[in-house]
């Protein structure tokens, strides 16, 4: 059974940091085939993405509103990407979720997501 398990969200002031760790489980290749994306939606909006990085981690890309302030990055050896996110901001809250694919003509897997509040 495919599992994608996100953790490390909460309540942060403005101008903190998180750190968010997504664990996949179950896949038919090994994890570290798959690339990963970041996605975030806010109450009201649309789902949007915040990161991705390719499966070998030697690629990455960023929302314009995050450049600058979040990381994403992958330990293959613990079958782990993480998102690390600086100098947040209000607007930065929303549920995220992390979401794995093998390829682009593949299913596209996602876990159940994790709540980022930053609010004073």
């Known amino acids: 059974q495919v599992q994608l398990v996100e953790s490390g969200g909460g309540l942060v002031q403005p101008g903190g940091s998180l750190r968010l760790s997504c664990t996949g489980s179950g896949f038919t290749y090994s994890f570290s085939t798959y690339a990963v994306t970041w996605y975030r939606q806010a109450p009201g909006k649309e789902r949007e993405l915040v990161a991705a990085?390719?499966?070998?981690?030697?690629?990455?890309n960023y929302a314009n509103s995050v450049k600058g302030r979040f990381t994403i990055s992958r330990d293959n050896a613990k079958d782990t990407v993480y998102l690390e996110m600086n100098s947040l901001k209000v607007e930065d809250t929303a549920v995220y979720y992390c979401?794995?694919?093998?390829?682009?003509?593949?299913?596209?897997?996602w876990g159940q997501g994790t709540q980022v509040t930053v609010s004073s």
């Open positions: 979401s794995a694919q093998w390829a682009v003509w593949t299913s596209r897997y």
């Open positions: 990085i390719t499966a070998a981690g030697g690629s990455t």
